[in-house]
């Protein structure tokens, strides 16, 4: 699979995106790094990925930890990263 990082530069110059370690937050600034969401296990087993720390939805359930998380980036470069049509790949 082929590793891809997306961030936004505002205007104001400051710079969101999705964590990544292809992307060095550090060479352009003290990062302030903050949780966007949860991908956690429910009693049952099944996976969640809850994204109440940026208002939306919980989604899932899902199997596979991995198909939580792919949702979960999913969403956040929906709706978060592509406000406006902004979003870019790094």
Known sequence: MD??????IEPNG?????YSDLIP???IGTPDIVRA????????????????PMNG????????????IQTEVQWLETYWL???GRSSNV
């Open 3 to 8: 590793q891809q990082a997306v961030a936004i």
């Open 25 to 27: 937050y550090q060479a």
């Open 37 to 52: 969401s949860h991908v956690e296990p429910d009693q049952h087993g099944m996976w969640w990925a809850d994204m109440t």
């Open 57 to 68: 939805p919980k989604l899932g359930p899902f199997i596979e930890r991995s198909k939580a």
């Open 14 to 18: 400051a710079v969101r995106g999705i």
């Open 82 to 84: 592509d406000q406006d």
